[in-house]
């Protein structure tokens, strides 16, 4: 049996790697296991001439199809929208745009503010010192002065505004819509030992450059120099309890495949909405039957996703294309519940720049804009870097009925049960959706787009796997309490996506570590009652 | 050319239509799909498609009742018409793999007016843009939204 660490983290990437880089300062002994393994930038798509179709290959955000051997299965059969994550030190950080709003004040508040789902046991006040140690850690560009979020200033400058962002800006303009260069976290200026960003415009599926922070370019090495052992290979399959009910440790599978008990006594969970269900059902006891940490029923259900709606058109000269990163401005306009919209909650806007030549050649062929045959050619230099694109990303409120549960059938290479996704779109969201892409097409044609096209909701569009392990503060209607500790288990924490209580309308990550790093910080200041 | 994966009949028919997908153009002075160079990196891109591209090719050999490769021009257009009204999912990853090879090859992106390279080390150079655009918004009062403490 191996030594008992004083704290084990499970899961190496957006939240794993905050919390583990801020209890690094208590020099206790932490261990943290990821399943995947380093990534190498020079490994990175955007390094060869291929780099635009290894997205449909071993760089695809569905572990499913990506399939390498450091993924486990995901069934999303019974989903429209599909689970996308990386497994590798950096988690998903590893695959995403580097888009990087805050959630609002309100999204803390949604049952006082609009009676539907529940207000938060944590509040923006709360967060918002570990919100800006968390910019300054990941390395955030940006511009203060929004006036859609309270004051803060990013420490790096924005990105620049391309022809795509002028042509949204002045439309945004015409329509009097607020919109304002987004917080990302790609560098714009040396920082912290990272290059600025070169445009090298697919910035999703990792960055060659070093330019986008994955937490195993940002967190870790700080981490790691801080005293914390970060172990690769290594894939968790259950957490151990003891007759107290204490968790006593986990077991997982190192690299050689030989299975492991590593005690611990502390644990925290860091796997995303979908990983963490997994692990607490897969974790059942007699003493836990229903999984553990599960008196409530809750862990893997009130799933949310965030339904995306993808708008666009084409307009009469060349754009940015793929020449700078995807994402560059937001608008917040249409955030906040407007009861004459006829749906509660909101949404935001993501402005695109474009696609690349292999993506725009699929998207039309697959959408009959681009014919076969000898009026390909044409068509298709109509279309070449004439994309101008947006997204609307929806608030997703919790629903029971949105659950992960284990597959009976499907197993990872470890023998590990799989999980298995039910979701449905809501009603809510299907209107709120019916709103942004008939608000998105009067944004297109202002900016002098026609052929106006929308995709919804975006199949591979489920990047934010959210609720599924929520705070609260009823151990009757919720898995973990107001700092991050689970109500049945004392020492078991979770500091993911699986704790947000609602989704709010942006992408999650700087939340979700904010929140790490705040719920690391109650951890280090209640240390002599952290059991009580 | 036959690729280890498909047997000859299966590669003439991808061969056939991978052309019919994409011809050449003298206009563009661009080959097509079915070109020597870029049909090798078809069949050497199959990987993890290679099942639903064999089970297209046998969707298209059924709808027309033999060798796809086989057919004239007119049968070829025929089935075209066909397989873009109703190809379905499998022979979407068809067109797809096809199209992926086709756009990276480097005569067609000269022809197009793209450098044929990686994206990295060199990049891209972006317009940093008119910032006094922000200035109408920059003027407008906070609204973001007020909550009970």
Known sequence: MLDKVDVLIVGSGASGAAAAWSLADTKMRIVCLEQGGWMKQSDYPTNGRDWEARQFADFHPSPNRRNRPTDYPVNDDNSPIKVLNFNGVGGSTILYAAHYPRLHPSDFKVKSLDGVADDWPVDYATLEPFFAENDRMMGVSGLGGDPAYPAHTPPMPPLGLGKSGTRFAKAMNTLGWHWWPSDTTLTTTEYDGRAPCINLGHCTFGCAQGAKASTDITYWPHAIRAGVELRTHCRVSRIESGPDGMATGVVYFDADGVEQFQPAEVVILACNGIGTPRLLLNSATSRFPDGLANSSGQVGRNLMFHPYASIYGYVDEPLDGNRAPPLSLWSHEFYETDPSRGFVRGYSYQFGRGIGPISEAISSSAYGRLPWGTHHHDEYRRLLHRRIQMAAICEDLPEAHNRVTLDPKIRDSNGIPAPKIDYTISENSHRMLNHAIARASEILQAAGARDIGVDRPILFGGWHLLGTARMGDDPSRSVVNSWGRTHDVKNLFIVDGSLFTTSGGVNPTSTIQALALYIADQIKQRLATLFD | ?149
Do not use: N
């Not at chain 2, 280890?4 to 052309?19: I, S, V």
């Open chain 2, 1 to 149: 050319m036959t690729d280890m994966m498909l047997t000859q009949a299966e590669t003439d028919d991808l061969r056939a239509l991978a052309g019919m997908i994409v011809p050449a153009s003298a206009t563009y002075k661009v080959p097509g799909a079915d070109d020597d160079m870029i049909f090798a990196d078809i069949l050497k891109s199959l990987g993890r498609d290679r099942d639903d591209v064999r089970a297209a090719l046998a969707q298209a050999g059924a709808k027309v009742g033999g060798s796809v490769a086989a057919l004239d021009a007119a049968g070829r257009d025929k089935l075209a018409t066909r397989l873009q009204a109703d190809g379905g999912p499998q022979m979407a990853v068809l067109t797809r793999v096809v199209l992926l090879c086709y756009y990276r090859d480097d005569r067609v992106m000269i022809s197009l007016g793209l450098e044929p390279r990686a994206p990295f080390p060199k990049g891209h150079v972006l317009e940093q843009g008119d910032w006094s655009l922000l200035d109408p918004v920059k003027a407008r009062k906070p609204f973001w939204r007020q909550v009970p403490s």
